[in-house]
């Protein structure tokens, strides 16, 4: 950790506020709030769900280090069973081992991001700013429509519980994952979003606050064997590496 970059800063666990209240009964009313109302408030149907009738359930965050690293994807994965998604995670960037493996994305959080930056998910916040997985092309679910093509719509809407994650966590840095999320939370659109995956710490204004930032590519450009966006994050973590 750089403390000439961000001063000598605490993580403290999510049961105790930085000013020493217990913030474990706010923190699970926001869970519960969002568990209850987030699908409704960004648009979705009440009868959203996969193919088999499980509906398809909103994951408010689990890891929730409070004054720590607040990481941000886009929208959860979900539990896949014969390449079609059939049922929700139990949180985002699931680590849980399930009888079909580790969820890819979870693997690459911790392998590819968190462990090169000597970080651990014990002192992180981990988010999604679109709560519910999103259909893709070709995914079945009840209704039929896909609805990932209006990611921005549903992140746009997301915004107000980001607001509230924010204000619970109370993040020392933020890192958000893929030029959407940055683009959201930047007002940044088009081709100009993709500029913004440098890894250069910048602070940004968030809902009248001040926060650190560094804007990544999303673990699936790894995934997916991208040698221009591999060779990005690979010199950007070196180049990060003693500042965090």
Not at 154 to 165: D, F, T
Not at 173 to 199: C, S
Not at 221 to 244: C, D, P, S, V, Y
């Amino acid at each position: 950790m750089s403390f000439a970059l961000f001063g000598l800063l605490l993580v403290i666990p999510a049961h105790i506020s930085a000013g020493g209240v217990n913030m474990k009964e706010e923190l699970e009313a926001y869970k519960a709030d969002a568990r209850e109302n987030y699908s409704k408030s960004v648009g979705l149907p009440a009868d959203y769900a996969f193919s088999n009738g499980k509906l398809v359930l909103p994951l408010p965050p689990v890891s929730t280090a409070v004054g720590g690293i607040m990481v941000i994807g886009a929208y959860p994965s979900a539990i896949f069973a014969g390449g079609v998604p059939a049922d929700n995670l139990k949180m985002p960037f699931d680590d849980t081992v399930y009888p079909g493996g580790v969820n890819k994305s979870a693997e690459e959080l911790d392998k590819e991001y968190l462990a090169p930056l000597g970080l651990a998910r014990s002192g992180c916040w981990i988010t999604n700013l679109v709560k519910v997985f999103l259909f893709k092309k070709g995914h079945a679910r009840i209704g039929g429509a896909e609805t990932r093509s209006e990611f921005d719509s549903y992140a746009r809407k997301s915004l107000p519980w980001l607001e509230k994650e924010l204000a619970l966590a109370k993040p020392r840095l933020i890192l958000t994952l893929g030029e959407e999320v940055a683009g959201i939370v930047t007002k940044t659109a088009g081709a100009k979003r993709v500029k913004l995956l440098d890894y250069k710490i910048r602070t940004i204004k968030l809902f009248c606050r001040e926060y650190k930032i560094i804007h990544m590519v999303h673990p699936g450009q790894l995934m997916r064997k991208n040698a221009k966006w591999i060779k990005t994050h690979q010199e950007g973590l070196k180049a990060l590496r003693g500042k965090i």
